[in-house]
């Protein structure tokens, strides 16, 4: 005979939800960890008191002695590095995937033949197959370490491009060096030397299996406008009036290949040299009356458009046989108008491009 009990398929009151309750917590704080653990770990949080705060019972001690041997390590979790269903989004291919601005000494040798150690902010970047999920960063910065005591030169980057292309599987790869570079500087007139820096980047990127050497040098100068420079003048001889043309600090970024087959070193001051001769109103670094005296004389001499900067450029690194490709960026920072006057010049494939980084022209600015 069957005996049908309603009360079993309905739903429990409040009363009864809350009797059940009591009952459990009465049965929690009793219970040893073991028998909870058992029956259903979740009811450790009914207890009351240290015991429910303490569930699950982890040490809050560092352990100093603990090592991570080969067979530890096995078991960590590595998700970017995990099988392609862990992709998420489009299963497409990275150009780049990296670090940007790990730092470190760097030994740099001078033209002179001193030696330098200078901070160095590096990124480097591998390219990632469109089945991969991810790579180790920290394989980046472990692989340039191994060759961070060298002093520099483009084959020891060409080494740490080639271990880290190993250790990454991947099949392009890039290397950027940041640092700023410091050379002595005479004044124009008193004889005074001061150290000028200099933002300079070195490059070396590999892509389908042709390497390019790239140096980035930002040289910051005066331009005084040849217009403001013959209105002032008018002004002065026409109606006796004193004026004064406008000029403001400018920046120039030099970009330049280093041409293969060459032989020749492309030094960091013949870099330099080479901005300095095509506009040699570099601002200076001591100065007294009789210099700023000079340096107003030389922007007389020297007054430019933004578009003569740029070509005044071109024409110094199309004259070097070390130099290939090579692009020329002009800022000038206007003190007359609200907005900045800014040129592009490119000369071959490698820099050349239809579209700019909206802020492109932001990273120009330098400040004291």
């Known amino acids: 005979m069957n005996i049908l009990t309603p009360l079993i398929e309905r739903d429990p009151s409040r009363a009864e939800v809350e009797t059940a309750l009591e009952l459990l917590r009465n049965w929690a704080e009793t219970a040893s960890a073991e028998e909870l653990a058992d029956l259903d770990p979740r009811l450790a949080s009914l207890r009351s008191g240290p015991a429910a705060a303490s569930y699950p019972e982890l040490s809050r001690d560092y352990p100093e002695g603990f090592q991570a041997d080969h067979a530890y390590r096995a078991t960590l979790p590595d998700l970017q590095n995990g099988p392609a269903s862990l992709i998420r989004g ?4 990275i150009q780049h995937v990296g670090i940007s601005n790990f730092r470190l000494p760097i030994r740099y040798r001078t033209r002179d033949g001193a030696m330098l150690t ?11 197959d469109a089945d ?4 180790n960063m920290s394989r980046i910065m472990r692989t340039f370490y191994r060759h961070a ?13 080639d271990d880290y292309k190993t250790d ?9 060096m940041r640092f700023r570079f410091p050379a002595k500087l005479r004044s124009l007139r008193s004889g005074l030397e001061g150290f000028q820096y200099y933002d300079i980047a070195l490059e070396l990127v590999e892509r389908a299996g042709v390497r ?3 140096i980035h040098l930002d040289y910051v100068y005066s331009s005084t406008c040849p217009c403001s420079l013959e209105l002032s003048e008018h002004a002065r001889m026409t109606r006796g ?3 004064t043309p406008h000029s403001q600090r400018s920046v120039a970024r030099l970009s330049v290949e280093i041409a293969a087959g060459t032989g020749d070193c492309l030094w960091f001051e013949d870099l330099i040299d080479m901005a300095r001769a095509a506009v040699p109103t570099e601002t200076q670094v001591m100065v007294k009356r009789e210099d700023e005296q000079a340096f107003a004389e030389l922007n007389a001499a020297n007054a430019i458009f933004v578009e003569d900067a740029a070509r005044l450029f071109c024409e110094q690194l199309r004259a070097d046989a070390r130099i290939g490709d090579f692009r020329v960026v002009a800022s000038h920072q206007e003190s007359l108008h609200s907005h900045d006057a800014v040129s592009v010049l490119t000369d071959g494939p490698t820099f050349a491009s239809e579209s700019l980084d909206p802020r492109f022209f932001e990273s120009l600015y330098h400040t004291g």
């Open 90 to 93: 489009e299963a497409a291919q």
């Open 118 to 128: 200078l901070e160095t902010g590096v990124t480097g970047t591998v390219s990632l």
């Open 132 to 135: 991969k999920k991810g790579i």
């Open 149 to 161: 005591e060298r002093t520099f030169s483009f084959e020891v980057i060409e080494a740490a491009l």
């Open 168 to 176: 990454l599987d991947s099949l392009d790869a890039r290397i950027q």
């Open 212 to 214: 390019r050497k790239m």
């Open 241 to 243: 009036q004193l004026a």
